[in-house]
Structures are given as structure tokens and as C-alpha cells.
């Protein structure tokens, strides 16, 4: 089993739907968790960062940190054809002295006019 | 966001031949630096992680060796893939983590060809 899991999809939607993509995890030491952006033949761009459970709001994007479930949601408000790219999670255990981020397998999305 | 940097963004070179690819933490001093190779299509790879003034830690099955890292300074590393051969053509990104946010940024990658 690996230690993140994430659809990879694609998934497909309108342009204006609320997008929800998900990952859920099984080692319960992660503590920081990201949701990365990528566009072809780029590297990645960190949209969200949290450490806490609960809802992290910036802009269009919300962040959802469920611990006791070891499941983390980003959502996209009012979905665009420019937020077509491949999403990825990563989480990374608390203690420093481990600095692996782990990543899920990426989640590609598709946003059609 | 924090900018990291990386140069060349493409490099087409001979089988054979070393090539050297920089990684710069722009407006943050980082303490940690990640090197990663990615597949079409595929998720990212680890190669090695270091942190400033000592050796980088390798993953397992990546050849030291071939694939020489320097963390020179808190906003500089470097990735030298040596004796080129075509199977190391790949996308390789940098990524740097730096105090006191913890989180990590990723460089625009660069994509390497060997012929």
C-alpha cells in the first residue's frame, strides 16, 4: 500500500464548476500537508500549505485537513480553463530530522470552456 | 511565493559529455535543497537531498557518482549529470526549503537530452 493515494485521473469539468480533489494517507506522523500545482513541462507551484486540521481558504482554493480520517481535500471555486494542469499532494512528517515530502501520483484536471 | 530559479531551462548534449544544471533560492536562504527527476507523465522522483556545507544524501539506486550534487551556499546547488548517456534524458527540477515556513518550492525544471 503506498503511503499517499490520489486518483489520477483526469477529471473533467466545466468551466465555472467546483472542482474536489482528494488524497488520503495512512502514515499518521504527517503533519505538514501541500497541494502543488503543475503545468506541462513546468515544475510545480506550491498553491496551499497547512499543518492543521480544518479549511484553509485562499482565493478560489480551499485546503481541508481531515486528521482522524488521514484525508486532505483541495477545492477550486468557479473552476477555469487556465486551472487545467496535473494536481498533486505531498505531506511531510513533523520532525525535521525526516525531510522527505511525499507525494500522491497527481490528480490531472481538465476544465473545458 | 519564494522563487526558485534554475538555468539551463534546456540542454541538448553528446552522449558522453558532463552537464551541470544550477539551482538558486532567489529571495529565501535555503537550508535544504532537493533534487528530482520526473517521467512524461509520471509523478516526481526523488534523487537526493542536501543541505548546505555537507555531502547530499542519495535515494536508493542513484548512482553518486553520476549525478554530483554541491550545496555551496544557502541559495545555490548544483546538479552535474556526468558521462551522459541517453537514458538520463529526463525533466530535472530542484526544489529548496528554507526557514522559518518549512515549505518547499520548486524551480521551473530542466529538461535534458542526450543524443
Known amino acids: 500500500q503506498k503511503e499517499v493515494e490520489q486518483d489520477p485521473g483526469p477529471l473533467s469539468v466545466p468551466e465555472g464548476a467546483i472542482v474536489s480533489l482528494n488524497c488520503t494517507y495512512s502514515n499518521s506522523a504527517f503533519q505538514y500537508f501541500m497541494w502543488y500545482r503543475q503545468y506541462s513541462r513546468k515544475g510545480p507551484e506550491l498553491l496551499m500549505y497547512t499543518y492543521s486540521s480544518g479549511n484553509k481558504e485562499d482565493g478560489r482554493f480551499t485546503a481541508q485537513v481531515d486528521k482522524s480520517s488521514k484525508y486532505i481535500s483541495l477545492f477550486i471555486r468557479d473552476s477555469q480553463p487556465s486551472d487545467s494542469a496535473t494536481y498533486l499532494c505531498a505531506m511531510r512528517r513533523w520532525d525535521t530530522g525526516f525531510q522527505k515530502l511525499v507525494f500522491g501520483t497527481g490528480t490531472r484536471l481538465l476544465v473545458s470552456p | 511565493g519564494a522563487v526558485v530559479s534554475q538555468h539551463p531551462s534546456w540542454v541538448i548534449c553528446k552522449s558522453g559529455t558532463s552537464v551541470k544544471i544550477e539551482c538558486r533560492s532567489l529571495?529565501?536562504?535555503?537550508?535544504?535543497m532537493f533534487w528530482y527527476r520526473q517521467f512524461p507523465k509520471q509523478s516526481l522522483m526523488l534523487m537526493a537531498t542536501?543541505?548546505?556545507?555537507?555531502?547530499?544524501?542519495?535515494e536508493q539506486g542513484v548512482e553518486k557518482d553520476k549525478f554530483l550534487i554541491n550545496h555551496a551556499s544557502l541559495t545555490l546547488s548544483t546538479l552535474t549529470v556526468t558521462s551522459a548517456h541517453p537514458e538520463d534524458s529526463s525533466f530535472y527540477i530542484c526544489?529548496?526549503?528554507?526557514?522559518?515556513?518549512?515549505?518547499?518550492?520548486f524551480g521551473p525544471g530542466t529538461r535534458l537530452l542526450v543524443l
Open positions: 529571495d529565501f536562504q535555503a537550508t535544504t
Open positions: 542536501s543541505n548546505e556545507g555537507s555531502k547530499a544524501t542519495y
Open positions: 526544489s529548496a526549503r528554507g526557514r522559518p515556513q518549512e515549505t518547499q518550492y
